[in-house]
């Protein structure tokens, strides 16, 4: 009889444990298996490769989602998998070299957006990715933070601008370099929570002797964290985290993309991506009392494609090709230059002078700071001018501007509206000086 009541016991309190231990998924949930892993990149802590150990690893746990960090793009093509679809966001970067992190997704990816992070050392950045998997939508953010405290700060408060913007189920994995008690996540707790909370700290890092829990798990109120732990693995300096979590699947269905978070400075004027049409009229008056006029307009055909015509002296028209604004941090950030750039190349023409070409570059270095390099192959203007525009509000600009033949100009915008500016400049040069009121209609 005791031996009876015995097993009967044990059987209870083994259900029970069981059930204290992990909620069942329902009918209908979404299970899924997430990895976060800082792949050293590419190399073991003995400096050799380590491209063959993860394809070992994902195969034998075969996770959903794969968060990595210090990836170059030929290790994402050395793991070419057909079940997995994978991105990559660089963030040290130069014209040859990309490095910074991946997901890879056993399902479909419906959007990217790459974000760069606020910080002063090394460039970070985070991904954010709308996945499909299993007929299920939701969104995956992968970061790796930086080494400093205060630029944690800054990133985490950058992050948590994008989770607060995006009300969809969401998993966040990372190298965050700092343990997740640390106060500089209790903004980020509002909407997150990491898998140790409920499993326990998650040491990762060093492999050799774990004692730091650098490498997390969050997801927020949409998912339940039903596992946790590391993986012994001794191809990086991190030791891989594994999470078995669960989506509640009735409650949603396909995500919207949320508009973009701006995590970067405003654009001036000249970046606009969506070109419209601009007239222009000017007066002026030169050193000789002669009463000076100019006129402009630029006629969008395309959108980035354009008709510009100018009368300043003499008239000159222009077939004109606009680029996309560009990040500069996606070709140079490993030279510490960031900022945001953009160009026009334009084929001119006008009465007595050889077709020539003009190439406008953009380059803004901050929310104040544009630079302008005007280089033209003939005409009758100057071969060069270079331009330094400071904002002093959204409103009012002032700038400096100087050519090749000896030509210097300052002067004033204020943005009166969306569509009216207006610009004073005064210019001299060698043989002559001349004020000028300009009026643009956009």
Same mark, same amino acid.
């Given at each position: 009889?005791?031996?009876?009541?015995?097993?009967?016991?044990?059987?209870?309190?083994?259900?029970?444990?069981?059930?204290?231990?992990? &909620?069942?998924?329902?009918?209908?949930?979404?299970?899924?298996?997430?990895?976060?892993?800082?792949?050293?990149?590419?190399?073991?802590?003995?400096?050799?490769?380590?491209?063959?150990?993860?394809?070992?690893?994902?195969?034998?746990?075969? !996770?959903? #989602? =794969?968060?990595?960090?210090?990836?170059?793009?030929?290790?994402?093509?050395?793991?070419?998998?057909?079940?997995?679809?994978?991105?990559?966001?660089?963030?040290?970067?130069?014209? @040859?070299?990309?490095?910074?992190?991946?997901?890879?997704?056993?399902?479909?990816?419906?959007?990217?957006?790459?974000?760069?992070?606020?910080?002063?050392?090394?460039?970070?950045?985070?991904?954010?990715?709308?996945?499909?998997?299993?007929?299920?939508?939701?969104?995956?953010?992968?970061?790796?933070?930086?080494?400093?405290?205060?630029?944690?700060?800054?990133?985490?408060?950058?992050?948590?601008?994008?989770? &607060?913007?995006?009300?969809?189920?969401? /998993?966040?994995?990372? +190298?965050?370099?700092?343990?997740? @008690?640390?106060?500089?996540?209790?903004? #980020?707790?509002?909407? #997150?929570?990491?898998?140790?909370?409920?499993?326990?700290? /998650?040491?990762?890092?060093?492999?050799?002797?774990?004692?730091?829990?650098?490498?997390?798990?969050?997801?927020?109120?949409?998912?339940?964290?039903?596992?946790?732990?590391?993986? &012994? %693995?001794?191809?990086?300096?991190?030791?891989?985290?594994?999470?078995?979590?669960?989506?509640?699947?009735?409650?949603?269905? !396909?995500? @919207? /993309?949320?508009?973009?978070?701006?995590?970067?400075?405003?654009?001036?004027?000249?970046?606009?991506? *969506?070109?419209?049409?601009?007239?222009?009229?000017?007066?002026?008056?030169?050193? *000789?009392?002669?009463?000076?006029?100019?006129?402009? =307009?630029?006629?969008?055909?395309?959108?980035?494609?354009?008709?510009?015509?100018?009368? +300043?002296?003499?008239?000159? @028209?222009?077939?004109?090709?606009?680029?996309?604004?560009?990040?500069?941090?996606?070709?140079?950030?490993?030279?510490?230059?960031?900022?945001?750039?953009?160009?026009?190349?334009?084929?001119? %023409?006008?009465?007595?002078?050889? !077709?020539?070409?003009? %190439?406008?570059?953009?380059?803004?270095?901050?929310?104040?700071?544009?630079?302008?390099?005007? /280089?033209?192959?003939?005409?009758?203007?100057?071969?060069?001018?270079?331009?330094?525009?400071?904002?002093?509000?959204?409103?009012?600009?002032?700038?400096?501007?100087?050519?090749? +033949?000896?030509?210097?100009?300052?002067?004033?915008?204020?943005?009166?509206?969306?569509?009216?500016? %207006?610009?004073? &400049?005064?210019?001299?040069?060698?043989?002559?000086?001349?004020?000028?009121?300009?009026?643009?209609?956009?």
């Amino acid at each position: 009889m005791r031996r009876f009541i015995s097993i009967i016991s044990t059987i209870l309190i083994s259900f029970f444990a069981i059930g204290a231990y992990s &909620a069942p998924a329902y009918a209908g949930d979404l299970e899924l298996r997430a990895i976060t892993l800082n792949l050293h990149n590419g190399k073991d802590t003995q400096g050799e490769s380590n491209i063959e150990r993860l394809a070992a690893l994902i195969q034998a746990y075969s !996770p959903d #989602l =794969i968060g990595l960090q210090e990836v170059q793009p030929h290790h994402l093509k050395q793991l070419a998998h057909e079940d997995y679809s994978w991105i990559i966001g660089p963030n040290a970067n130069l014209l @040859t070299f990309r490095f910074g992190n991946a997901l890879m997704v056993r399902g479909a990816i419906l959007y990217h957006r790459h974000h760069y992070l606020p910080g002063r050392l090394e460039q970070r950045g985070i991904d954010e990715v709308g996945v499909e998997i299993g007929g299920q939508q939701f969104v995956v953010l992968n970061t790796h933070l930086g080494l400093g405290r205060q630029e944690r700060q800054r990133q985490l408060e950058a992050i948590q601008t994008i989770v &607060a913007n995006t009300p969809h189920p969401m /998993i966040l994995l990372g +190298d965050f370099n700092t343990s997740p @008690t640390d106060s500089v996540f209790d903004n #980020l707790r509002q909407h #997150l929570r990491e898998a140790g909370d409920e499993h326990g700290p /998650i040491l990762t890092f060093p492999t050799s002797a774990p004692r730091h829990s650098i490498d997390q798990i969050w997801v927020n109120e949409h998912f339940r964290i039903e596992s946790a732990h590391p993986i &012994a %693995w001794e191809g990086s300096d991190h030791l891989p985290v594994l999470a078995h979590v669960i989506l509640a699947t009735s409650q949603f269905g !396909p995500i @919207t /993309i949320p508009p973009e978070t701006p995590l970067g400075f405003r654009s001036f004027s000249s970046f606009r991506q *969506d070109r419209r049409a601009e007239i222009g009229f000017g007066v002026g008056r030169d050193r *000789d009392e002669k009463d000076l006029w100019a006129g402009s =307009i630029s006629i969008p055909i395309h959108r980035q494609a354009f008709v510009h015509s100018v009368y +300043d002296d003499q008239p000159i @028209t222009s077939l004109g090709w606009s680029s996309e604004p560009f990040d500069l941090r996606d070709y140079l950030s490993l030279t510490r230059i960031s900022g945001a750039g953009q160009w026009n190349i334009l084929a001119s %023409w006008s009465s007595g002078y050889e !077709p020539w070409l003009v %190439w406008e570059q953009n380059y803004q270095w901050s929310n104040h700071w544009l630079s302008r390099i005007t /280089i033209e192959t003939g005409g009758p203007k100057a071969p060069w001018e270079i331009q330094q525009i400071y904002a002093f509000t959204e409103q009012v600009s002032g700038f400096v501007a100087a050519d090749a +033949d000896q030509r210097y100009t300052l002067g004033f915008s204020i943005d009166a509206s969306p569509h009216h500016q %207006w610009t004073i &400049a005064h210019q001299i040069g060698t043989d002559h000086s001349r004020w000028l009121l300009t009026w643009n209609i956009r």
